[in-house]
């Protein structure tokens, strides 16, 4: 199924909003202190562990965890969920899979 470009335009929009609100217009999920993606994220203890085991066998450091995690906030942002929830974890993990293999085979 193809998304229109009107409806993406209103998600993305949305998701600006939510997080202009969030981070009172200062910072974007990209650039965020890690303590303020930590807290937007505010992942259960399951998603947290979760996170963590998959980032010890990847062999990720501290920074990739974060960035799955801005990824993970963002997801949500764009589904309007005001939490991350475990779909959203799984989605950015994926795509940092899918960029760990498109680099394995350019490198």
């Given amino acids: 199924m193809v998304e229109?470009?009107?409806?993406?335009r209103i998600r993305?929009?949305?998701?600006?909003?939510?997080?202009r609100v969030r981070y009172h217009n200062q910072?974007?999920?990209?650039?965020?202190p890690a303590q303020l993606i930590q807290e937007a994220c505010a992942l259960t203890d399951k998603q947290s562990q979760f996170l963590k085991t998959i980032c010890y066998?990847?062999?990720?450091?501290?920074?990739?965890?974060?960035k799955i995690m801005r990824?993970?906030?963002?997801?949500a942002d764009l589904t309007s969920c005001e939490v991350v929830n475990q779909?959203?974890?799984?989605?950015?993990?994926?795509?940092?899979?899918?960029?760990?293999?498109q680099e394995s085979i350019i490198g």
Wanted: charged share 25%; hydrophobic share 35%; no cysteine.
């Fill in 27 to 32: 910072f974007l999920n990209g650039n965020a």
């Fill in 87 to 101: 779909q959203h974890l799984e989605e950015a993990i994926s795509w940092k899979l899918q960029s760990f293999n």
């Fill in 71 to 75: 990824v993970a906030r963002t997801i």
């Fill in 12 to 19: 993305t929009t949305t998701a600006r909003e939510i997080r």
């Fill in 57 to 66: 066998h990847q062999k990720w450091s501290n920074r990739t965890q974060l």
């Fill in 4 to 8: 229109r470009s009107e409806k993406i």
